[in-house]
Protein backbone atom coordinates (compact mmCIF):
# COMPACT_ATOMS: atom_id res chain seq x y z
CA UNK A 1 0.00 0.00 0.00
CA UNK A 2 1.29 3.62 -0.87
CA UNK A 3 0.80 6.56 1.70
CA UNK A 4 0.66 10.02 1.30
CA UNK A 5 1.94 12.86 3.92
CA UNK A 6 0.61 15.88 3.24
CA UNK A 7 4.05 18.96 3.81
CA UNK A 8 2.71 21.69 1.89
CA UNK A 9 1.23 23.78 4.57
CA UNK A 10 2.62 26.94 5.52
CA UNK A 11 3.82 26.39 9.40
CA UNK A 12 2.87 29.93 9.95
CA UNK A 13 2.68 28.68 13.76
CA UNK A 14 6.14 28.48 13.44
CA UNK A 15 7.02 31.35 12.36
CA UNK A 16 9.81 32.81 11.75
CA UNK A 17 11.37 30.04 12.11
CA UNK A 18 9.49 28.24 9.19
CA UNK A 19 10.03 31.26 7.13
CA UNK A 20 13.01 29.28 5.02
CA UNK A 21 12.75 26.05 6.70
CA UNK A 22 10.02 23.24 6.93
CA UNK A 23 8.27 22.67 10.21
CA UNK A 24 8.66 18.75 9.76
CA UNK A 25 12.19 19.28 9.79
CA UNK A 26 12.61 20.53 13.27
CA UNK A 27 14.68 18.29 15.66
CA UNK A 28 13.36 16.11 17.75
CA UNK A 29 16.69 15.94 19.79
CA UNK A 30 18.41 14.99 16.68
CA UNK A 31 15.72 13.47 14.14
CA UNK A 32 13.69 15.37 12.05
CA UNK A 33 9.63 15.07 12.88
CA UNK A 34 9.26 13.62 9.42
CA UNK A 35 11.37 11.07 9.96
CA UNK A 36 9.35 9.59 13.22
CA UNK A 37 6.62 9.46 10.62
CA UNK A 38 8.18 7.84 8.16
CA UNK A 39 9.87 5.06 10.80
CA UNK A 40 5.76 4.67 11.64
CA UNK A 41 5.50 3.42 7.93
CA UNK A 42 8.05 1.53 7.10
CA UNK A 43 7.53 -0.57 10.62
CA UNK A 44 4.49 -1.39 8.82
CA UNK A 45 5.62 -2.24 5.73
CA UNK A 46 5.12 0.83 3.60
CA UNK A 47 7.70 2.16 1.36
CA UNK A 48 5.78 3.90 -1.46
CA UNK A 49 5.07 7.57 0.44
CA UNK A 50 4.32 10.34 -1.58
CA UNK A 51 5.33 13.45 -0.23
CA UNK A 52 2.88 16.64 -1.34
CA UNK A 53 5.31 19.63 -0.96
CA UNK A 54 5.71 23.11 -1.48
CA UNK A 55 8.50 25.36 -2.82
CA UNK A 56 9.65 25.67 0.06
CA UNK A 57 9.86 22.66 1.39
CA UNK A 58 13.04 21.39 -0.43
CA UNK A 59 15.16 20.32 2.99
CA UNK A 60 12.91 17.14 3.14
CA UNK A 61 13.53 16.11 -0.46
CA UNK A 62 17.18 16.30 0.65
CA UNK A 63 16.97 14.98 3.68
CA UNK A 64 15.50 11.23 2.26
CA UNK A 65 18.22 11.69 -0.67
CA UNK A 66 22.06 10.35 -0.61
CA UNK A 67 24.71 13.40 0.50
CA UNK A 68 27.66 12.53 -1.35
CA UNK A 69 29.45 15.42 0.05
CA UNK A 70 29.12 14.54 3.91
CA UNK A 71 29.29 10.89 3.31
CA UNK A 72 32.89 11.34 1.68
CA UNK A 73 33.95 14.30 4.70
CA UNK A 74 32.21 11.63 7.39
CA UNK A 75 34.07 8.72 5.49
CA UNK A 76 37.38 10.79 5.76
CA UNK A 77 36.96 11.47 8.99
CA UNK A 78 36.42 7.94 10.06
CA UNK A 79 32.94 8.59 11.50
CA UNK A 80 31.46 5.21 10.91
CA UNK A 81 28.23 5.04 13.07
CA UNK A 82 27.43 8.43 11.75
CA UNK A 83 27.96 7.65 8.26
CA UNK A 84 25.75 4.75 8.54
CA UNK A 85 23.11 6.45 10.17
CA UNK A 86 23.37 9.26 7.01
CA UNK A 87 23.28 6.88 4.37
CA UNK A 88 20.41 4.36 5.74
CA UNK A 89 18.48 7.30 5.61
CA UNK A 90 18.38 8.10 1.77
CA UNK A 91 17.46 4.09 1.51
CA UNK A 92 14.59 3.88 3.65
CA UNK A 93 11.72 4.49 1.73
CA UNK A 94 11.18 4.85 -2.15
CA UNK A 95 9.71 8.69 -1.91
CA UNK A 96 7.58 10.20 -4.31
CA UNK A 97 7.54 14.11 -4.53
CA UNK A 98 4.36 16.33 -5.94
CA UNK A 99 4.17 19.69 -5.43
CA UNK A 100 0.71 21.54 -4.22
CA UNK A 101 0.82 24.72 -6.07
CA UNK A 102 -1.32 26.52 -4.09
CA UNK A 103 -1.84 25.51 -0.41
CA UNK A 104 -5.59 25.34 -0.60
CA UNK A 105 -5.98 23.34 2.18
CA UNK A 106 -5.34 19.19 3.90
CA UNK A 107 -8.32 17.98 1.13
CA UNK A 108 -6.75 19.57 -1.74
CA UNK A 109 -3.39 18.34 -0.81
CA UNK A 110 -4.49 14.54 -0.68
CA UNK A 111 -6.12 15.30 -3.57
CA UNK A 112 -2.90 16.69 -5.49
CA UNK A 113 -0.91 13.10 -4.45
CA UNK A 114 -3.43 11.41 -6.67
CA UNK A 115 -1.69 10.91 -9.72
CA UNK A 116 0.44 8.99 -7.87
CA UNK A 117 -2.03 6.44 -6.86
CA UNK A 118 -3.74 3.77 -8.69
CA UNK A 119 -6.88 4.74 -9.03
CA UNK A 120 -8.32 1.60 -7.59
CA UNK A 121 -6.25 1.09 -4.77
CA UNK A 122 -6.90 1.84 -1.30
CA UNK A 123 -4.49 4.45 0.42
CA UNK A 124 -2.63 5.71 3.60
CA UNK A 125 -2.92 9.22 4.64
CA UNK A 126 -0.03 10.48 7.67
CA UNK A 127 0.00 13.95 8.66
CA UNK A 128 3.78 15.17 8.67
CA UNK A 129 4.04 16.73 12.27
CA UNK A 130 1.86 14.10 14.32
CA UNK A 131 3.97 11.45 15.93
CA UNK A 132 2.37 8.63 17.88
CA UNK A 133 4.63 6.29 19.88
CA UNK A 134 3.69 3.07 22.07
CA UNK A 135 1.42 1.76 19.13
CA UNK A 136 1.90 1.66 15.21
CA UNK A 137 -1.36 3.41 14.33
CA UNK A 138 -0.88 2.48 10.79
CA UNK A 139 -0.57 -1.35 11.12
CA UNK A 140 -3.74 -0.89 13.07
CA UNK A 141 -5.19 0.86 10.17
CA UNK A 142 -3.78 -1.88 7.73
CA UNK A 143 -5.70 -4.79 9.65
CA UNK A 144 -9.02 -2.95 10.16
CA UNK A 145 -8.81 -2.21 6.18
CA UNK A 146 -8.35 -6.16 6.02
CA UNK A 147 -11.41 -7.20 8.50
CA UNK A 148 -13.84 -4.48 6.92
CA UNK A 149 -12.84 -3.80 3.65
CA UNK A 150 -13.35 -0.32 4.50
CA UNK A 151 -12.22 3.39 5.46
CA UNK A 152 -10.36 3.50 8.67
CA UNK A 153 -9.78 6.34 10.94
CA UNK A 154 -7.53 6.91 13.80
CA UNK A 155 -9.39 8.96 16.83
CA UNK A 156 -7.93 9.72 20.07
CA UNK A 157 -9.92 11.53 23.37
CA UNK A 158 -8.95 15.39 23.63
CA UNK A 159 -10.58 17.69 26.69
CA UNK A 160 -13.63 18.97 26.15
CA UNK A 161 -12.27 22.37 26.23
CA UNK A 162 -9.94 21.68 22.82
CA UNK A 163 -12.39 20.49 20.21
CA UNK A 164 -12.78 23.50 18.06
CA UNK A 165 -8.74 22.54 17.50
CA UNK A 166 -9.72 19.53 15.72
CA UNK A 167 -11.66 17.43 13.07
CA UNK A 168 -14.66 15.60 15.67
CA UNK A 169 -16.29 12.44 15.08
CA UNK A 170 -19.97 11.31 16.00
CA UNK A 171 -19.59 7.20 16.55
CA UNK A 172 -21.12 4.02 17.17
CA UNK A 173 -19.10 1.64 19.03
CA UNK A 174 -18.90 -2.16 17.61
CA UNK A 175 -16.37 -3.40 19.86
CA UNK A 176 -13.59 -2.88 22.13
CA UNK A 177 -12.54 0.10 20.95
CA UNK A 178 -13.98 -0.10 17.64
CA UNK A 179 -16.29 2.47 15.79
CA UNK A 180 -18.60 3.38 12.87
CA UNK A 181 -18.54 6.86 12.13
CA UNK A 182 -21.95 8.96 11.72
CA UNK A 183 -20.55 12.17 11.29
CA UNK A 184 -17.52 14.23 11.37
CA UNK A 185 -17.39 17.93 11.97
CA UNK A 186 -14.40 20.56 11.52
CA UNK A 187 -13.58 22.39 14.44
CA UNK A 188 -17.00 22.47 16.14
CA UNK A 189 -17.69 24.91 18.79
CA UNK A 190 -17.82 23.01 22.32
CA UNK A 191 -21.45 23.33 22.26
CA UNK A 192 -21.66 21.75 18.80
CA UNK A 193 -19.19 19.42 18.78
CA UNK A 194 -20.85 15.26 18.94
CA UNK A 195 -18.15 13.82 21.36
CA UNK A 196 -14.54 14.47 22.20
CA UNK A 197 -13.37 11.85 19.85
CA UNK A 198 -10.52 13.71 17.60
CA UNK A 199 -9.32 12.84 14.31
CA UNK A 200 -5.33 12.11 14.91
CA UNK A 201 -4.06 12.46 11.48
CA UNK A 202 -3.91 8.41 10.22
CA UNK A 203 -6.33 7.55 7.70
CA UNK A 204 -6.55 4.79 5.03
CA UNK A 205 -9.40 5.64 2.35
CA UNK A 206 -10.66 3.58 -0.15
CA UNK A 207 -10.60 5.00 -3.54
CA UNK A 208 -14.04 6.11 -3.34
CA UNK A 209 -12.46 9.17 -1.18
CA UNK A 210 -11.23 10.50 -4.91
CA UNK A 211 -14.95 11.45 -6.31
CA UNK A 212 -15.48 13.32 -2.84
CA UNK A 213 -12.55 14.99 -2.78
CA UNK A 214 -12.94 16.11 -6.44
CA UNK A 215 -16.24 17.68 -5.48
CA UNK A 216 -15.49 19.45 -1.75
CA UNK A 217 -15.89 23.02 -1.80
CA UNK A 218 -14.06 25.12 0.35
CA UNK A 219 -15.33 25.28 4.52
CA UNK A 220 -13.95 26.18 7.35
CA UNK A 221 -11.02 28.79 7.17
CA UNK A 222 -11.96 29.00 2.99
CA UNK A 223 -9.76 25.67 2.62
CA UNK A 224 -11.35 22.26 0.92
CA UNK A 225 -11.17 20.47 4.09
CA UNK A 226 -10.23 16.39 3.95
CA UNK A 227 -13.27 15.95 7.06
CA UNK A 228 -15.75 17.11 4.74
CA UNK A 229 -15.08 14.97 1.93
CA UNK A 230 -15.23 12.59 4.42
CA UNK A 231 -18.41 13.04 5.48
CA UNK A 232 -19.76 13.27 1.49
CA UNK A 233 -17.59 9.45 2.01
CA UNK A 234 -19.89 8.51 5.13
CA UNK A 235 -23.21 8.72 2.98
CA UNK A 236 -22.09 6.32 0.44
CA UNK A 237 -19.80 3.91 2.29
CA UNK A 238 -18.99 2.59 6.08
CA UNK A 239 -16.32 4.62 7.61
CA UNK A 240 -14.67 2.62 10.69
CA UNK A 241 -12.58 4.11 13.17
CA UNK A 242 -10.28 3.32 16.32
CA UNK A 243 -9.14 4.90 19.74
CA UNK A 244 -5.18 4.88 19.69
CA UNK A 245 -4.08 3.73 22.67
CA UNK A 246 -0.55 5.37 21.95
CA UNK A 247 1.07 8.69 22.92
CA UNK A 248 0.17 11.55 20.53
CA UNK A 249 2.49 14.19 19.69
CA UNK A 250 1.39 17.20 17.85
CA UNK A 251 4.71 19.15 17.03
CA UNK A 252 2.81 21.32 14.69
CA UNK A 253 2.25 23.70 17.50
CA UNK A 254 4.61 25.49 19.87
CA UNK A 255 3.27 23.58 23.25
CA UNK A 256 3.25 20.63 21.43
CA UNK A 257 5.92 20.48 19.94
CA UNK A 258 8.18 21.35 23.60
CA UNK A 259 6.26 18.80 25.35
CA UNK A 260 7.66 16.40 22.35
CA UNK A 261 11.27 17.11 22.49
CA UNK A 262 11.17 16.90 26.99
CA UNK A 263 9.79 13.31 26.18
CA UNK A 264 12.28 11.79 23.64
CA UNK A 265 14.86 13.41 25.61
CA UNK A 266 14.33 12.08 28.61
CA UNK A 267 14.17 8.30 26.79
CA UNK A 268 17.27 8.91 25.44
CA UNK A 269 19.88 7.01 27.51
CA UNK A 270 23.11 9.23 26.24
CA UNK A 271 20.86 12.59 27.94
CA UNK A 272 17.66 11.38 30.24
CA UNK A 273 20.12 11.68 33.72
CA UNK A 274 21.82 14.81 33.01
CA UNK A 275 18.42 16.91 31.59
CA UNK A 276 16.17 15.33 33.93
CA UNK A 277 18.75 17.09 36.78
CA UNK A 278 18.60 20.33 34.66
CA UNK A 279 14.69 20.02 34.27
CA UNK A 280 14.24 19.40 38.28
CA UNK A 281 16.46 22.16 38.70
CA UNK A 282 14.75 24.77 36.86
CA UNK A 283 11.56 23.84 38.41
CA UNK A 284 12.79 24.24 41.78
CA UNK A 285 14.36 27.86 40.43
CA UNK A 286 11.03 28.33 39.26
CA UNK A 287 8.49 27.78 42.28
CA UNK A 288 11.14 29.56 44.37
CA UNK A 289 10.84 32.85 42.33
CA UNK A 290 7.14 32.50 42.29
CA UNK A 291 6.82 32.18 46.14
P1 LIG B 1 -1.95 22.34 9.50
O1 LIG B 1 -2.91 23.44 9.43
O2 LIG B 1 -1.74 21.65 10.78
O3 LIG B 1 -0.52 22.79 9.05
O4 LIG B 1 -2.30 21.28 8.37
P2 LIG B 1 0.07 24.13 8.49
O5 LIG B 1 -0.89 24.81 7.57
O6 LIG B 1 1.41 23.81 7.95
O7 LIG B 1 0.30 24.94 9.85
P3 LIG B 1 -0.20 26.36 10.36
O8 LIG B 1 -1.65 26.15 10.72
O9 LIG B 1 0.03 27.34 9.25
O10 LIG B 1 0.67 26.61 11.55
C1 LIG B 1 -2.26 19.88 8.58
C2 LIG B 1 -1.33 19.19 7.61
O11 LIG B 1 -1.74 19.41 6.28
C3 LIG B 1 -0.69 19.92 5.48
C4 LIG B 1 0.28 20.56 6.47
O12 LIG B 1 1.60 20.51 5.95
C5 LIG B 1 0.11 19.69 7.72
O13 LIG B 1 0.95 18.57 7.70
N1 LIG B 1 -1.26 20.88 4.51
C6 LIG B 1 -2.16 21.81 4.93
C7 LIG B 1 -0.88 20.80 3.20
O14 LIG B 1 -0.06 19.96 2.80
N2 LIG B 1 -1.43 21.69 2.32
C8 LIG B 1 -2.33 22.63 2.69
O15 LIG B 1 -2.81 23.40 1.82
C9 LIG B 1 -2.69 22.69 4.03
Given at each position: MKAIIP????????LPATKAMP??????VDKPVIQYIVEELLDAGVYDIVFVTG????AIEDHFDINPDLEQHLEKAGKKELLELVRNISYLINPIYIR??????LGHAVLTA??????EEPFLVSLGDIIIRKENTVKRLIELHKRFGKSVIALFEVP?????KYGIAKVKKIDESIYLIEDIVEKPSVEE?????????RYLFTPSLWEKLEKTKPGKGGEIQLTDAIKALLQEEAVYAFKVTGKVYDTGNKLGFLKTIVDFALERPDLSAEFMEYLQQVVKENSKAKK
Open positions: VAGWGSRFKEMLPVRHKRQKQQLGRPALGAREEVSAPSNLAVVG
